[in-house]
T-cell receptor, first 115, second 113 residues
Framework: GAVVSQHPSRVICKSGTSVKIECRSL??????MFWYRQFPKQSLMLMAT?????????EQGVEKDKFLINHASLTLSTLTVTSAHPEDSSFYIC???????????FGSGTRLTVV | GQQLNQSPQSMFIQEGEDVSMNCTSS?????WLWYKQEPGEGPVLLIA?????ELTSNGRLTAQFGITRKDSFLNISASIPSDVGIYFC?????????????FGAGTRLTVKP
């Protein structure tokens, strides 16, 4: 149980276009999901906390208008990278909290390459 | 956000050797978690620790929740090539807030056959 499905796993897009990444909790409800960015050989950097039915909370230095987060249901959060540029190329990972005792379950990540 | 101090940053070992890594923090945590991330994948939970002093095993992996609640270690015995990956520790603060998990910077493990 406690599976988080993330799609797509890889995406290549042209500079200036937008890309949407989906994160779904398959067998539990997630009122809160988290979005991370990971650069090569580095740790996970929390970008934002996605709250179902309300606005996302962004970490300092993360552009809200660049990284749009929508959490319209208890099982789905989306991250849209708008007007993507090559410097947005990275590995994006979502996670959801299963319970206060279980920790967080992660999606399998999305490799974004902007050309 | 606040990071845990995880060491070592990387390890290069021979197959069959034992591995030890640890995390320390100036803050007290109620839960310690250890994750493994393989290339191109999201982190996968290995072991979760819920009580100070708790020692938990998962196959060749053993982890302990420090008595002070400010540290944890992970040991891997008799390493094999598939142990390669990045290991992250994570601490949960009080367990009742939505964003209360903090990560270590990771230990990159390389196992030579």
């Amino acid at each position: 149980g406690a599976v988080v499905s993330q799609h797509p796993s890889r995406v290549i897009c042209k500079s200036g276009t937008s890309v949407k990444i989906e994160c779904r909790s398959l067998d539990f409800q997630a009122t809160t999901m988290f979005w991370y960015r990971q650069f090569p050989k580095q740790s996970l950097m929390l970008m934002a906390t996605s709250n179902e039915g309300s606005k996302a909370t962004y970490e300092q230095g993360v552009e809200k208008d660049k990284f749009l987060i929508n959490h319209a249901s208890l099982t789905l959060s989306t991250l849209t990278v708008t007007s993507a540029h090559p410097e947005d190329s990275s590995f994006y990972i979502c996670s959801a909290r299963v319970s206060i005792y279980y920790g967080y379950t992660f999606g399998s990540g999305t490799r974004l390459t902007v050309v | 956000g606040q990071q845990l101090n995880q060491s070592p940053q990387s390890m290069f070992i021979q197959e069959g050797e034992d591995v030890s890594m640890n995390c320390t923090s100036s803050s007290i945590f109620n839960t310690w978690l250890w994750y493994k991330q393989e290339p191109g994948e999201g982190p996968v939970l290995l072991i979760a620790l819920y009580k100070a002093g708790e020692l938990t095993s998962n196959g060749r992996l053993t982890a302990q929740f420090g008595i002070t609640r400010k540290d944890s270690f992970l040991n891997i015995s008799a390493s094999i090539p598939s142990d390669v990956g990045i290991y992250f520790c994570a601490g949960q603060l009080r367990g009742f807030e939505n964003n209360d998990m903090r990560f270590g910077a990771g230990t990159r493990l390389t196992v030579k056959p």
